[in-house]
């Protein structure tokens, strides 16, 4: 059977390198479709929650993923050379920033290792990590084909990024078109298929690069969405107005004009760091990318416009931050996930504690969180301790929490999401960004 007929007929084996995030979430859909797969994991610790159905990822249910793995369709494993037994494979591997905030791919090397080592004629490769562009065609590529056998011809290979958008139920991966670009138009057609079995649709484009483009533009295009929305926030309140009543009144208009929100700033593992793979590339090629560098700017001053925020409406109040007691109110980096990195309340939290505050959190998802040296436990959101508070501090809006309630018990409260939107406050307890 070739490939093509494995896939329509739902017997390709598919592995799945990386079981995180984005690994896992498509490991659970392609097995809700039929397919057996495997997921190939280094962290001994995820490999055994997934073999006993225990989910680490929020939007990937306990229930689904135990269905996923009694079923059958699902295993998961640190036993690499079984690759070789897989028809399809797709990396899901971390692409972070190294010490220098250059791209760090040595994760899609040691995935690109593994692979090149159980490489067999009729396989199809999909690199679906977030990376510069030239990746798929400059590294994985040569890589695969130090092995003798010619992509096109004897494997496929495509890069196709992951769009899913953590802890949001209405944009998943059976929902949100997927973008696929293959070395050949082979390789797209085989991947085509693939994704055909999970995504509403899915849209070929004439390259690797350009798919690779394809999702730093999206995401490049958030950040500095977002650092307009910031600049914004920090003009009106030089100016007297309201970001949040603005915003919500320009994005009445039908057309033309999209709304991003303020906030203490970027985090998540792909809208702080995407853009900056692009413009490491663009410095590579000769070219400034200004706009990046500019929203990275005014993004990555955010956690400290928010510590003078907090520190200018306690003076108000006859207080400083030094000996003041902040509850900190969400830590992760945005409403209803579990996941703190490069949340910007790392940093907020790290300056008030550096400044002399005694710093509290509660967050529903992170029932302990790491800063510097210092691990912190979350508090249950008790009346004590919103009156014991001198401020609540709102850093992330997650749903589960009353926000009436916090206005009407805490003294005072610095609100950067407007979760507080709505909420009656007499007697102006309330700052907001
Ligand atoms: N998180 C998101 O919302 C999101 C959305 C779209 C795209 N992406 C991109 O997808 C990629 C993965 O992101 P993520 O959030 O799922 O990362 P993650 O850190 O949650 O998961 C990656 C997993 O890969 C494992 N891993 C590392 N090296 C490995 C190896 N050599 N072999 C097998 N497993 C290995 C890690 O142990 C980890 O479990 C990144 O490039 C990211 O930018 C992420």
């Known amino acids: 059977m070739t490939l093509r007929e494995r896939i329509a007929s739902v017997t390709a084996n598919v592995g799945v390198l990386g079981l995180g995030y984005v690994g896992l979430t498509e490991a659970v859909a392609l097995a809700s479709v039929g397919f057996r797969v495997t997921g190939f994991e280094v962290d001994r610790a995820r490999i055994d929650a997934v073999q006993s159905g225990r989910s680490y990822i929020t939007d990937v249910p306990d229930e689904e993923l135990l269905w996923a793995v009694r079923s059958w369709n699902l295993t998961a494993t640190s036993e690499f050379e079984r690759l070789r037994d897989m028809d399809i494979v797709l990396i899901c591997v971390p692409t972070p920033l190294g010490k220098t905030r250059a791209p760090d791919i040595s994760y899609i090397l040691a995935a690109v290792d593994a692979i090149q080592a159980a490489l067999r004629p009729g396989q199809l490769v999909v690199l679906e990590s ?240 790491s800063v510097g040296a210092r691990t912190l436990e979350s508090v249950a959101l008790e009346d004590a301790v919103l009156q014991d508070a001198d401020c609540a501090l709102i850093l992330t809006d997650h749903s589960a929490v009353d926000y009436k309630r916090v206005v009407e018990t805490a003294p005072l409260v610095v609100d950067t999401r407007n979760a507080t939107a709505g909420v009656v406050d007499p007697d102006r307890r309330i700052v907001r960004l």
Not at 152 to 180: A, I, K, M, Y
């Open 130 to 369: 977030t990376t510069y562009p030239g990746t798929t065609t400059e590294v994985v590529l040569p890589a695969l084909e130090r092995t003798g056998l010619r992509a096109g011809e004897e494997f496929h290979l495509c890069f196709s990024p992951e769009r899913l958008n953590p802890g949001d139920r209405q944009h998943t991966v059976f929902t949100v078109p997927r973008v696929v670009g293959g070395v050949t138009t082979a390789c797209t057609e085989v991947a085509t298929a693939l994704f055909a079995r999970i995504a509403s649709e899915v849209i070929g484009v004439s390259s690797p690069q350009t798919a690779e483009m394809v999702k730093l533009l999206e995401n490049t295009f958030r950040a500095v969405n977002v650092g307009l929305a910031n600049e914004m926030a920090l003009l009106c309140r030089a100016l007297g107005a309201d970001v949040w009543e603005v915003i919500d009144a320009a994005a009445t208009k039908p057309f033309g004009f999209m709304p991003f929100y303020p906030g203490p700033g970027l985090g998540g593992h792909c809208i702080p760091v995407d853009p900056l793979y692009l413009s490491w590339k663009a410095r590579i090629k000769g070219f400034e990318p200004r706009f990046i560098d500019l929203a990275h700017q005014v993004n990555g001053a955010m956690p400290r416009v928010v510590v003078s925020l907090l520190a200018e409406a306690l003076n108000e109040r006859g207080r400083s931050v030094n000996g003041s007691r902040i509850l900190v109110l969400g830590v992760t980096y945005k409403r209803d996930v579990n996941d703190v990195r490069e949340s910007p309340a790392l940093e907020i939290v790290a300056d008030l504690v550096r400044r002399g505050a005694t710093v509290l959190y509660h967050d529903p998802y992170v029932p302990a969180l």
